[in-house]
């Protein structure tokens, strides 16, 4: 039997290399991949949550599944900007795109 | 260490050392693959914690949606095979600090905290998720469904108005004016 504060560990683990990704890369995909990741750990810990603390309800599920729509949504939305961002600056570098800064 | 718990053990370690090289490599494709099997890994654990309905989601959202979308928005942007520019190495070791004592302190909290394991069985049918969508009451779910169906109809049509080519008006607009002034000649 393993105890959900193992899980919880392993998906606190999992948010913070996101968390490192999304502060070292420079890259617009790969700072959207790193998000993916945080918000996958999230998901983990709702359904450890949902398993092993209130095994009766539902809730952890749903906030799992509706999370899972907004992600893919904002996927969707993020990848339509960068390749907008790509067809105006010719690269998805964030330093690139710094109109706004002056 | 029973059969269970090998398995979960083996399923952290590769969602965890696919998630580092997926944050660490420099190129950005094989960052793509990588977090393509942590995301797998993902659903191996939640099939190991029997909530099979959202393994099946996240293998049909996340390996066969996102990361699909993700891999064209590479190609799209001519990246396959290019290195990412890497950022200042005192900032990354900033960035690693920023992570080790976050996940310290989240460590402590955690392992401090007493949580009240329940022993009920963990009953999770399809029929009942499907109920409980779309149930008005005590224990539905149907006003958030509303409000995330409305939400995906708007980012849909917000993704076909940003990434529209706007020069797609431009060829009718040249038509438009030649027609004009083919009836002011006429």
Redesign the interface.
């Known amino acids: 039997m393993i105890p959900v504060s193992h899980i919880l560990i392993l998906s606190a683990t999992l948010f913070f290399i996101g968390m490192y990704g999304f502060v070292t890369r420079k890259n617009l995909i790969t700072m959207l991949m790193s998000l993916e990741l945080m918000l996958n750990s999230v998901n983990i810990n709702f359904v450890a949550f949902n398993k092993y603390l209130y095994p009766g309800k539902l809730d952890g599920i749903f906030f799992t599944i509706f999370i899972i729509a907004v992600a893919a949504a904002e996927a969707a939305v993020a990848i339509s900007i960068i390749i907008n961002l790509y067809r105006t600056h010719k690269t998805i570098d964030v330093g690139a795109a710094t109109e706004l800064k002056h | 260490m029973t059969a269970?718990?090998i398995i979960?053990y083996c399923l952290?370690a590769l969602?965890?050392i696919t998630?580092?090289l997926?944050?660490?490599c420099p190129k950005?494709f094989r960052?793509?693959i990588f977090?393509l099997f942590?995301?797998i890994g993902?659903a191996g654990?939640?099939f190991w914690?029997?909530?099979e309905?959202?393994a099946a989601?996240?293998i049909s959202?996340?390996v066969g949606?996102?990361v699909v979308?993700?891999i064209?928005?590479?190609f799209?942007?001519e990246?396959a095979g290019k290195e990412?520019?890497?950022?200042h190495p005192v900032?990354?070791v900033f960035?690693?600090l920023?992570?080790?004592l976050?996940?310290i302190l989240?460590?402590l909290t955690?392992?401090n905290?007493d949580?009240?394991?329940?022993n009920?069985?963990?009953?999770?049918n399809i029929p009942?998720?499907g109920n409980?969508?779309v149930a008005t009451g005590e224990?539905g779910?149907s006003l958030?469904f509303e409000v995330?169906s409305i939400?995906?109809l708007a980012?849909?049509i917000?993704?076909?108005v940003?990434?529209m080519?706007s020069s797609i008006t431009k060829p009718d607009e040249k038509k438009l004016t030649q027609s004009i002034t083919e009836i002011d000649e006429a």
Request: aromatic share 12%; proline share 1%.
């Open positions: 269970h718990q979960f952290a969602i965890l998630g580092l997926s944050v660490t950005v960052s793509a977090l942590s995301l993902i654990l939640y914690m029997e909530a309905f959202i989601v996240q959202v996340y949606g996102i979308i993700i064209f928005s590479i799209l942007t990246q990412t520019r890497s950022i900032r990354t960035a690693v920023a992570a080790l976050g996940m989240t460590y955690v392992l905290y949580f009240v394991e329940s009920e069985a963990f009953d999770l009942r998720i409980a969508m224990g779910f958030p995330v939400l995906l980012a849909m917000g993704c076909i940003v990434a080519r």
